[in-house]
């Protein structure tokens, strides 16, 4: 029986999980009830209606976190396997480091695959042993056999930690993680500002310096825009996000022309003096002739890249895609940039290849005169040369860095990408495009090394390693087959694989779909642990015990 005293504590509740939902500070509960009771006059439980800044606190972190979190041991109670994210970020509030821990399982009940938020730790030090710890008083709820992977970015101290956890699973539990390296967004965004800083030119320092200096300068940005074409201002360049970088890019590009008038204006005395650090870097750079088409380069690596980055910053199961995905957008660097010689392209035609390229070879790799900067640099790099603004050296000088960019990128990929991983590229065997393209013979092979690899780690059984691989023979000659349709047309951009595989599985294929489930819960990345920081840093609040 519903009371009106259970009505107002149910509408406290919705507006406190409101509160949590849109990242509302507890201080905007102040004065509600009095709001509330003004809006709806005529409403017994708006006027009883009481969530200000302490209630809303404690019905969130003593109501329903513990619930949520009952929720959630008492739905993992059913899990056979899970897979831990985390990741460490300077909180500000109370000035220490939080480590968030997420889990990645198939929900008994959606069927599908599921990433949440599990636990927070906080922590001064954050060496291997520091983690450790922190780690394990985390997870003192959950059964660590099950554990199948752990998803985390690549510092040393990450990895010291990950042998300890390693020897611990063999010695408690005589279990072994799967490996798959570091987080492959990571890895490309790390790749992008290696080959940035070895070519030399501080793009980045520049497009800060230009956002920099107009921002918080009325002064200046009236001058600027008084005397611009474009009537538009430089956008602001992310030092930590590289491959977010093309509009800021773009940006400069449109308004280069503009601000080399400015500066013009300013160094003959027809603009107000300036003296900052951001104008003199700037200054330097409006007299490098070759800028925009540095900028053009710059631009079309961003976005060769950023498709990639915004398919798999996504939680939904992709790592059976990314080894393909990888594969192809090298092939794309190769073919748009044309720094590998036509002879030596069929070194690079295959991923298994691929891994064993030695990138240090400059026999592999085409002169600095055939090099291609892209279909607008060339042809920027060419008017320039032909209006003698730009000499020949300047032109064969500029290739031969844009060479040594799209190289250094490409090595710092594959030296720690997860393709290097067999269980990686293996995994394309649940892919229901290679499927229908290789018949199913590529996809039966793979699948025998997925499970030699997966009993090696003691993740499934050896006895049962014969069965699940007739029933994968029979699941592509009598499931695929009948719906070569939709198995042809698949699309992760659009269509969830889990989703997707789990309607054509039934009891006969129980052991297969095991399987298959294990692969769909290993993470390929850390998106979700750091979206977690983004939201975080809304909400930091001086709460109850750093727990609320």
Not at 133 to 161: C, H, I, R, T
Not at 437 to 442: C, D, E, F, P, T
Not at 449 to 467: F, G, T
Request: one cysteine or more.
């Amino acid at each position: 029986m519903c009371t009106a005293g259970n009505s107002v504590l149910n509408a406290e509740i919705l507006w406190a999980l409101k509160c949590v939902q849109s990242h509302f500070y507890y201080g905007s509960c102040k004065d509600t009830s009095e709001i509330f009771a003004a809006m709806f006059p005529d409403s017994v439980i708006a006027r009883q209606f009481s969530c200000g800044e302490s209630k809303c606190s404690y019905l969130c972190h003593f109501g329903l976190a513990p619930r949520f979190r009952m929720l959630l041991f008492k739905c993992l109670d059913d899990v056979k396997s899970y897979t831990l994210l985390f990741d460490e970020s300077l909180n500000q509030c109370n000035q220490q480091k939080q480590l968030d821990i997420h889990i990645r399982f198939w929900h008994p009940t959606e069927n599908k695959v599921r990433t949440q938020y599990l636990n927070s730790a906080f922590l001064g030090h954050s060496t291997a042993n520091d983690l450790l710890l922190a780690f394990y008083k985390s997870v003192e709820k959950l059964d660590l056999s099950k554990l199948v992977q752990v998803s985390m970015d690549g510092p040393a101290a990450n990895w010291k930690f990950y042998q300890s956890l390693q020897e611990d699973l063999i010695k408690e539990h005589n279990v072994k993680c799967i490996s798959i390296g570091s987080c492959g967004l990571h890895i490309l965004n790390n790749a992008f500002w290696k080959g940035e800083a070895c070519t030399e030119w501080n793009i980045g320092s520049i497009l800060s310096a230009l956002y920099y200096l107009f921002k918080d300068s009325p002064a200046r940005r009236e001058d600027f825009l008084n005397s611009s074409v474009q009537k538009k201002l430089p956008l602001k360049f992310c030092s930590h996000r590289w491959l977010e970088n093309a509009p800021v890019a773009e940006r400069a590009i449109l308004v280069w022309d503009d601000v080399i008038s400015y500066t013009n204006k300013v160094q003959s005395g027809k603009h107000s003096k300036v003296t900052c650090k951001s104008y003199f870097t700037v200054l330097e750079a409006t007299r490098d002739c070759l800028f925009v088409v540095k900028q053009n380069f710059f631009r079309s690596v961003t976005e060769l890249l950023c498709p990639f980055l915004e398919l798999y910053q996504a939680d939904k199961p992709l790592l059976p895609f990314f080894s393909g995905d990888i594969h192809k957008l090298i092939k794309h660097f190769i073919q748009l940039f044309n720094i590998v010689k036509a002879k030596h392209l069929e070194k690079f035609s295959s991923l298994e290849k691929l891994c064993h390229i030695d990138f240090d070879n400059e026999s592999l790799f085409s002169l600095s005169s055939k090099v291609s900067i892209g279909f607008k640099g060339d042809k920027l790099l060419k008017e320039l040369v032909s209006k003698k603004v730009a000499t020949d050296q300047q032109n064969i000088s500029l290739k031969s860095d844009c060479k040594k960019f799209i190289i250094k990128l490409l090595r710092s990929i594959m030296e720690k990408c997860p393709v290097n991983y067999s269980v990686v590229r293996n995994s394309a065997c649940i892919d229901p495009r290679l499927i229908m393209a290789s018949n199913g013979n590529k996809c039966l092979t793979k699948m025998k090394s997925i499970l030699n690899y997966l009993a090696q780690k003691k993740k499934v059984e050896e006895n049962d390693c014969d069965e699940i691989n007739l029933q994968f023979s029979d699941f592509l000659d009598s499931v695929v087959k009948e719906n070569s349709v939709q198995f042809s047309l698949f699309d992760p951009r659009t269509c969830d694989l889990d989703t997707f595989l789990s309607p054509y599985f039934d009891d006969k294929f129980s052991k297969l779909w095991g399987i298959l489930k294990l692969l769909m819960i290993l993470s390929h990345g850390q998106a979700s642990v750091e979206r977690g920081f983004s939201i975080n840093k809304k909400v930091e609040v001086e709460n109850r015990k750093n727990n609320s």
